[in-house]
């Protein structure tokens, strides 16, 4: 079972900016494709950005498009979300996700234990 493990959250004002890793603990087909997810208080979980980490293709939600850039690093098998901009509905748990095809919209197979962001008004 590969484990996601995320780090970067916390306290921001808005407009400001964060970054959030997630490590992944080895390289599978499973974890070629690697994304990330938000829940904020009383919502749904929702889509924010995804990668293909063999070519770089990307997606992202129209919410976070032109604000938020997420890349990846094969050699240290990390993946990362640059939030800049940042609003108050921003604030949300962070969880970093993995599986195959989901840059594509297909469903994650593997979930990080989630790491909180808050961006102050």
Not at 12 to 34: D, K, N, P, W, Y
Request: charged share 15%.
């Amino acid at each position: 079972q590969e484990q996601l493990v995320e780090s970067g959250g916390g306290l921001v004002q808005a407009g400001g900016s964060l970054r959030l890793s997630c490590a992944v603990s080895r390289r599978t087909f499973s974890t070629i494709h690697m994304g990330w997810f938000r829940q904020a208080p009383g919502k749904e979980r929702e889509f924010v950005a995804a990668i293909m980490l063999t070519g770089g293709y990307t997606s992202y939600a129209d919410s976070v498009k032109g604000r938020f850039t997420i890349s990846g690093d094969n050699a240290k098998n990390t993946m990362y979300l640059q939030m800049n901009s940042l609003r108050p509905e921003d604030t949300a748990v962070y969880y970093c996700a993995a599986g195959s095809g989901l840059a594509f919209g297909r469903p994650p197979q593997h979930w990080g234990q989630g790491t909180q962001v808050t961006v102050s008004s």
